[in-house]
């Protein structure tokens, strides 16, 4: 019987829905109060890990975790996770933003209106007994321009909610790929410094680390337009609270709403006794749904990576909603099967690989789909971990140079082709696919030969004379060797000259067949494939 992986949960979730999840697939754990140390001496036998802010996740501790494959943060944040290191070792590290995605949401629209209209002066003003509408003297959303920093989850669920307010909405984010800026509607802008100069109303909507840390100090508030709103409900810290003090004395920002401090709990905030701010306490994953979802969600998330499925909101992977990967999983699984054949075809060490995506394939996001190829190209030559996470990197620290195009033209006839070429030293090596009428992957094109294969387990290669007899002669051999060949396509160029052929077997060919194989007249080269 095969063993069950491990999960450990170090800090409190709702241990009841992550055990529901979990109890099926996997053994869990549940160990709130460990120490450092013996955290460090027992995260060796786990296989998941699940936490929320408290716990560090460094490079001691994923050294000591020889066999850890996912690291699941409850909530949002990730301050406590190395996840450079993480993703060395090839480490999933995912959290839960999709459990917290709507409610953060909404509380920021809630504080860009109660900003704008004075909502909460006016609440506390009525009920102490005045009455005074003069006093409160709004703006409408309505024509404005808002402007996002960070269009990932929330910064892209707050710019749909916003343009049903006839809002013009720009967003800054140098790590978003434009198709996203594309498919939100919203107008990108390449410099941080153009988005401050044209919005009325300003959202950030950035994670916490060393380059948002300040984002928006003093020099950035000058740049931006008289009479700027500004709201921040992702994390404390990222605006500069001495300068947004200013910069609100000053008359330059008229009003801001802030969820999150750069100390909390934050008590005596000079911020706090100016009439133009809106402040709430952290309320951002504050709601009954998003407490209920967090654990269930991140259990799911460990789950899918213990079984070794793409997961949609890993920290260290491709940003990808689900319905993006429902559109692209099933060229992740063609892409990393055609990454498998090189190496067992060739030796020659791989200098550039070339990707290019044609048609309706170029329209999505692709980068999923280029790791997935060099995913399974590295798997079958390297002994540690290659998964999603640490394909790329791996590539690249191997001096593998990695061109991705996309072309919006169909190419020969097809509505969608990803085109592969490696180049080795004085080697090209090239192979196409597609999606089949049933959505199924498809080999459509291999060194230059055209075939239509589906990429199956099993799988002989054969090079050859393209002579008479010889289809029969391979066919003879391996009957005679109780092989079964489950369907076989020829590809050819010219007439009489040499022909690829591709056998799909249903197991796997013993060495001493494939030699008999080879042994034939006219047979030139013959590899097999276990994909």
Same mark, same amino acid.
């Given at each position: 019987?095969?063993?069950?992986?491990?999960?450990?949960?170090?800090?409190?979730?709702?241990?009841?829905?992550?055990?529901?999840?979990?109890?099926?697939?996997?053994?869990?754990?549940?160990?709130?109060?460990?120490?450092?140390?013996?955290?460090?001496?027992?995260?060796?036998?786990?296989?998941?890990?699940?936490?929320?802010?408290?716990?560090?996740?460094?490079?001691?501790?994923?050294?000591?975790?020889?066999?850890?494959?996912?690291?699941?943060?409850?909530?949002?944040?990730?301050?406590?996770?190395?996840?450079?290191?993480?993703?060395?070792?090839?480490?999933?590290?995912?959290?839960?933003?999709?459990?917290?995605?709507?409610?953060?949401?909404?509380?920021?629209?809630?504080?860009?209106?109660?900003?704008?209209?004075?909502?909460?002066?006016?609440?506390?003003?009525?009920?102490?007994?005045?009455?005074?509408?003069?006093?409160?003297?709004?703006?409408?959303?309505?024509?404005?321009?808002?402007?996002?920093?960070?269009?990932?989850?929330?910064?892209?669920?707050?710019?749909?909610?916003?343009?049903?307010?006839?809002?013009?909405?720009?967003?800054?984010?140098?790590?978003?790929?434009?198709?996203?800026?594309?498919?939100?509607?919203?107008?990108?802008?390449?410099?941080?410094?153009?988005?401050?100069?044209?919005?009325?109303?300003?959202?950030?909507?950035?994670?916490?680390?060393?380059?948002?840390?300040?984002?928006?100090?003093?020099?950035?508030?000058?740049?931006?337009?008289?009479?700027?709103?500004?709201?921040?409900?992702?994390?404390?810290?990222?605006?500069?609270?001495?300068?947004?003090?200013?910069?609100?004395?000053?008359?330059?920002?008229?009003?801001?709403?802030?969820?999150?401090?750069?100390?909390?709990?934050?008590?005596?905030?000079?911020?706090?006794?100016?009439?133009?701010?809106?402040?709430?306490?952290?309320?951002?994953?504050?709601?009954?749904?998003?407490?209920?979802?967090?654990?269930?969600?991140?259990?799911?998330?460990?789950?899918?990576?213990?079984?070794?499925?793409?997961?949609?909101?890993?920290?260290?992977?491709?940003?990808?909603?689900?319905?993006?990967?429902?559109?692209?999983?099933?060229?992740?699984?063609?892409?990393?099967?055609?990454?498998?054949?090189?190496?067992?075809?060739?030796?020659?060490?791989?200098?550039?690989?070339?990707?290019?995506?044609?048609?309706?394939?170029?329209?999505?996001?692709?980068?999923?789909?280029?790791?997935?190829?060099?995913?399974?190209?590295?798997?079958?030559?390297?002994?540690?971990?290659?998964?999603? &996470? =640490?394909?790329?990197?791996?590539? *690249?620290? #191997?001096?593998?140079?990695?061109? @991705?195009?996309?072309? $919006?033209? /169909?190419?020969?006839?097809?509505?969608?082709?990803?085109?592969?070429?490696?180049?080795?030293?004085?080697?090209?090596?090239?192979?196409?696919?597609?999606?089949?009428?049933?959505?199924?992957?498809?080999?459509?094109?291999?060194?230059?030969?055209?075939?239509?294969?589906?990429?199956?387990?099993?799988?002989?290669?054969?090079?050859?004379?393209?002579?008479?007899?010889?289809?029969?002669?391979?066919?003879?051999?391996?009957?005679?060797?109780? &092989? =079964?060949?489950?369907?076989?396509? *020829?590809? #050819?160029?010219?007439?009489?000259? @040499?022909?690829?052929? $591709?056998? /799909?077997?249903?197991?796997?060919?013993?060495?001493?067949?494939?030699?008999?194989?080879?042994?034939?007249?006219?047979?030139?080269?013959?590899?097999?494939?276990?994909?």
């Amino acid at each position: 019987m095969k063993e069950k992986k491990k999960v450990l949960i170090a800090e409190r979730v709702n241990i009841a829905a992550v055990k529901e999840v979990l109890e099926r697939e996997v053994e869990v754990d549940i160990k709130l109060d460990l120490s450092r140390e013996n955290l460090l001496k027992e995260i060796g036998n786990y296989d998941g890990l699940i936490i929320r802010s408290s716990t560090i996740v460094d490079e001691e501790l994923l050294s000591s975790a020889k066999k850890l494959k996912v690291v699941g943060r409850g909530g949002n944040g990730i301050d406590n996770i190395d996840v450079d290191a993480a993703t060395k070792k090839g480490v999933v590290v995912a959290n839960t933003p999709d459990s917290n995605s709507i409610s953060a949401c909404e509380l920021t629209i809630g504080l860009i209106i109660a900003s704008s209209r004075h909502i909460t002066k006016a609440n506390d003003y009525l009920k102490s007994g005045k009455w005074d509408r003069k006093r409160f003297i709004g703006s409408e959303l309505y024509n404005k321009t808002l402007g996002i920093i960070g269009l990932g989850r929330i910064g892209g669920l707050v710019a749909s909610r916003m343009k049903a307010f006839d809002m013009k909405v720009i967003a800054y984010d140098p790590y978003i790929p434009d198709e996203r800026f594309e498919r939100l509607g919203v107008i990108k802008r390449e410099k941080l410094e153009d988005l401050l100069l044209e919005s009325d109303f300003i959202t950030i909507h950035t994670p916490k680390t060393r380059e948002t840390i300040g984002m928006i100090g003093e020099e950035e508030i000058k740049k931006m337009k008289e009479g700027v709103r500004v709201v921040n409900a992702a994390r404390g810290g990222i605006i500069d609270e001495v300068a947004l003090l200013a910069g609100m004395k000053s008359g330059k920002i008229i009003g801001s709403g802030l969820d999150v401090h750069e100390i909390e709990p934050s008590y005596n905030n000079p911020l706090f006794d100016l009439e133009g701010t809106v402040v709430t306490p952290h309320l951002g994953a504050s709601t009954i749904e998003a407490q209920e979802n967090v654990g269930e969600a991140i259990a799911k998330q460990v789950l899918c990576a213990l079984q070794g499925e793409v997961i949609p909101n890993a920290i260290n992977l491709p940003t990808l909603n689900r319905d993006e990967l429902k559109v692209i999983k099933p060229y992740l699984e063609l892409m990393e099967k055609l990454g498998k054949l090189y190496y067992q075809l060739y030796t020659t060490p791989i200098e550039i690989i070339d990707i290019n995506y044609y048609g309706s394939i170029a329209k999505q996001d692709v980068e999923m789909i280029t790791v997935a190829f060099l995913k399974g190209l590295l798997e079958t030559i390297i002994k540690e971990r290659v998964n999603y &996470v =640490n394909a790329k990197l791996i590539a *690249v620290d #191997r001096g593998i140079v990695i061109n @991705e195009r996309k072309y $919006i033209e /169909n190419y020969n006839g097809y509505t969608d082709l990803i085109k592969d070429k490696i180049r080795a030293k004085n080697e090209v090596f090239t192979l196409s696919g597609n999606l089949s009428t049933k959505n199924e992957g498809r080999l459509v094109e291999i060194l230059g030969f055209e075939v239509d294969v589906t990429p199956t387990e099993n799988m002989l290669v054969i090079k050859n004379n393209d002579i008479p007899g010889v289809i029969g002669k391979i066919g003879t051999i391996l009957g005679n060797e109780s &092989v =079964n060949i489950a369907s076989m396509q *020829v590809g #050819r160029t010219k007439i009489g000259e @040499e022909a690829l052929m $591709i056998l /799909n077997v249903d197991n796997d060919v013993p060495v001493e067949t494939v030699n008999r194989v080879n042994e034939i007249d006219s047979i030139l080269t013959v590899k097999k494939v276990k994909l």
